[in-house]
């Protein structure tokens, strides 16, 4: 079956220091993966994807992911994290085969100032 | 670009009538959209694909019969709750995307409570 697996429910994280919020995947084929971002009574934003090409992708708000096929991976960065980060971050993944997205369970970045 | 957006936000309806929630795309043709049911600090489920003109497809375990979706155009899809009960009362979001696309976009949410 496929899964997208968020190993930590929260990460906390000093205002200023890098950040990382994991997400592996177990997704047949070709994966396609991204990350959202859903503040509190609200929708969820997209961030950025990996579709193909450069495992490296930059997205909104200074986050980026980088790809690791051979870790399935997909772990989402950023260089220094504001209090504004603080929100519920979620991973998703696809494939070319259905339309459909698996999300992970989340993880909530708590960035303190 | 690739605005969703949903009405009502919130709605509180006493058990046993049917509530209607809206799903727009505001500035794209949304050729699929896909409707979720969030608890409090859960991930989002998954309970249905509509495509534009067909009728949706529902997750297992999701009650056609009570959570009916329309796709009458390609701006819009509507769920209604058919004779709510109180553990109907949840998040709703729906998403929406463009043909040939891979990503989603979300609309900010339903928050429905059932009394």
């Known amino acids: 079956a496929q899964s997208v697996a968020q190993p930590e429910d929260q990460v906390n994280v000093a205002e200023g220091n890098p950040l990382t919020v994991k997400c592996t995947y177990s997704?047949?084929?070709?994966?396609?993966l991204f990350w959202y971002v859903q503040y509190p009574n609200r929708g969820l934003q997209f961030l950025l994807k990996y579709i193909t090409g450069d495992n490296l992708v930059k997205g909104s708000y200074g986050f980026e992911a980088e790809f690791n096929k051979s870790q399935t991976s997909f772990h989402l960065k950023k260089p220094s994290a504001l209090v504004s980060d603080s929100a519920l971050y979620f991973c998703?993944?696809?494939?070319?085969?259905?339309?459909?997205?698996?999300f992970g369970t989340g993880t909530r970045l708590q960035v303190f100032p | 670009g690739a605005v969703v957006s949903q009405h009502p936000s919130w709605v509180i309806c006493k058990s046993g009538t049917s509530v209607k929630i809206e799903c727009r795309s505001l500035?794209?043709?949304?050729?699929?959209m896909f409707w979720y049911r969030q608890f409090p600090k859960q991930s989002l489920m998954l309970m249905a694909t509509s495509n534009e003109g067909s009728k949706a497809t529902y997750e297992q375990g999701v009650e056609k019969d009570k959570f009916l979706i329309n796709h009458a155009s390609l701006t819009l899809s509507t769920l209604t709750v058919t004779s709510a009960h109180p553990e109907d009362s949840s998040f709703y979001i729906c998403s929406a995307s463009r043909d040939g696309a891979y990503e989603q976009y979300f609309g900010p949410g339903t928050r429905l409570t059932v009394t």
């Open positions: 997704v047949s084929g070709n994966p396609y």
């Open positions: 500035d794209f043709q949304a050729t699929t």
């Open positions: 998703a993944g696809g494939t070319r085969n259905t339309d459909k997205l698996i």
